[in-house]
């Protein structure tokens, strides 16, 4: 049971969204700065807001969901903090200008001229890696109509459910079962022993004559 008090979950809950959204709001006017100083105009310098802290901020969530042991996620990882480096620069440098602490200059520039270029790089690198895992896990040929590979009253080993073939001991013990019983060794009473299909029953059956215990 959720012993978080109602107010406070409604508090988190309309918080993070508001918070994310001032955030980039506020972002907007340095990064619009920072661009106009470097050569961005005509509109374009409002497009810088949504390069690097938009960018930053959909970078961040790419990596924390690229599950663990997947391709590309150390990828996400440092694109995400190189992302918001850029943003925590870019919000550090456009209020200095602004200020009138600092001016530009070729190297500032030649650095900003390239924003849009790597993030545009990084978000496609990103989006052309696969979902999954790169590797996947191999796992046994496995009956999956096989529920019980145990019979009731035989010599027997415990397999796994769902795992594996009952091996050749079992088999022999439970057709010797069925011979003490009077009842015939066929893929039907295997089934019935084995609680499986009918289908699954002649390999059984097929396992055994060719091991020579059934004729």
């Known amino acids: 049971m959720n012993t978080t008090p109602l107010y406070a979950r409604i508090t988190s809950a309309v918080s993070r969204p508001l918070v994310l959204l001032a955030a980039l709001v506020i972002s907007v006017p340095a990064e619009v700065e920072l661009a106009r100083s470097s050569g961005f105009t005509n509109g374009f310098?409002?497009?810088?807001?949504l390069t690097l802290s938009a960018y930053?901020?959909?970078?961040?969530?790419?990596?924390?969901?690229r599950p663990r042991g997947s391709k590309g996620r150390i990828s996400?990882?440092?694109?995400?903090?190189?992302?918001?480096?850029?943003?925590?620069?870019?919000?550090?440098?456009?209020?200095?200008i602004s200020?009138?602490?600092?001016?530009?200059g070729p190297v500032l520039v030649s650095l900003v001229s390239s924003v849009p270029a790597l993030a545009a790089a990084h978000m496609l690198h990103?989006?052309?890696?696969?979902?999954?895992?790169d590797k996947a896990t191999e796992e046994p040929e496995t009956?999956?109509?096989?529920?019980?590979?145990t019979p009731s009253a035989a010599p027997r080993q415990k397999a796994q459910r769902g795992?594996?073939?009952p091996s050749l001991e079992v088999l022999t013990?439970?057709?010797?079962?069925?011979?003490?019983?009077?009842?015939?060794?066929?893929?039907?009473?295997?089934?019935?022993?084995?609680?499986?299909?009918t289908r699954t029953a002649h390999r059984y059956l097929s396992t055994l004559k060719n091991s020579a215990l059934v004729a």
Do not use: C, W
Request: zero cysteines; proline letters at 4%; charged letters at 15%.
């Open 45 to 49: 310098e409002f497009l810088m807001p």
């Open 56 to 65: 930053s901020a959909a970078s961040a969530i790419i990596a924390a969901n």
């Open 76 to 96: 996400a990882i440092v694109g995400s903090g190189v992302a918001l480096g850029m943003a925590l620069s870019a919000q550090v440098v456009g209020h200095l």
């Open 99 to 104: 200020s009138g602490y600092m001016t530009s």
């Open 126 to 133: 990103l989006a052309a890696l696969p979902r999954g895992a």
């Open 143 to 149: 009956d999956q109509e096989d529920i019980k590979d």
């Open 163 to 165: 795992r594996m073939k």
């Open 173 to 197: 013990g439970a057709a010797k079962m069925l011979r003490e019983a009077n009842q015939p060794v066929n893929a039907q009473s295997l089934a019935d022993v084995f609680s499986v299909s």
